[in-house]
């Protein structure tokens, strides 16, 4: 549609501390070379958002969420909502500077690093660990393979001590952190049922998931994931 940025397998994500241009407060950017950005109150746990980003980045989809409804996409084609959020928020940076000195982000990587080509590891699970990162999804798919092996070794007992969907509302999800290098690759399986229609290859998103080993089969189950 244009009004998103897609992140690729050259993709490179960084976090820095700043002060929010709006209140002033202390948050970290997360931010990828795609131009992607979300601000967040704290790195870790349920990554929470801050509040003053979430605010401006839900007027600026509600804006253009009639447009998309309407069939529109030469309008929509308009929007790119991290463009628009930084001129939003660039609005209030002598706010900011006048409660405190705001701290300088760091310069993107340069365009010769955006074009690295990065190392990916693929990441095992281990039975019962838990873990929630920001990354960007590599692969979405239902019906693979994978899937179907999984399924038949596990058998009916085995998918409900996994708690995994029925199969036919299994799909699987590759994330990718990329945050450091080797880049980390989770390839887990998600309900259906539960995922917003947003989670698409290429989306940065917030993920929570839980490492679940038998003799006969593992696999990472995704608990929470959400769009960023």
């Given at each position: 549609m244009g009004h998103h940025p897609f992140h690729s397998q050259s993709c490179k994500t960084w976090a820095y501390p700043w002060n929010c241009p709006q209140c002033a407060s202390d948050v970290h950017v997360f931010q990828c070379t795609?131009?992607?950005?979300?601000?967040?109150?704290?790195?870790?746990g349920s990554?929470?958002?801050?509040?003053?980003?979430?605010?401006?980045?839900?007027a600026l989809v509600a804006k253009v969420m009639p447009i998309l409804g309407a069939g529109a996409d030469p309008a929509s084609a308009t929007f790119k909502p991290f463009a628009d959020l930084k001129s939003k928020f660039e609005g209030g940076l002598a706010k900011a500077k006048m409660a405190k000195k705001a701290i300088v982000p760091p310069p993107p990587p340069s365009p010769a690093a955006e074009k690295t080509e990065h190392v990916v590891k693929r990441m095992d699970p281990m039975e019962g660990e838990e873990i929630s990162f920001i990354g960007v999804v590599r692969e979405k798919q239902s019906a693979t393979s994978k899937l179907k092996s999984l399924y038949a070794a596990l058998g009916s007992i085995g998918i409900k001590a996994f708690e995994l969907p029925s199969e036919k509302n299994a799909v699987q999800i590759t994330v990718v952190e990329a945050s450091g290098e080797p880049n980390e690759s989770y390839s887990a399986v998600a309900d259906r049922s539960s995922l917003d229609s947003s989670v698409a290859v290429g989306v940065m998103v917030w993920v929570r998931m839980k490492g679940k080993v038998v003799p006969s089969a593992a696999s990472w189950v995704i608990l929470e994931i959400q769009p960023l």
């Open positions: 795609c131009g992607s950005w979300v601000m967040f109150d704290a790195l870790g990554w929470p958002k801050h509040a003053c980003f979430n605010n401006q980045y839900n």
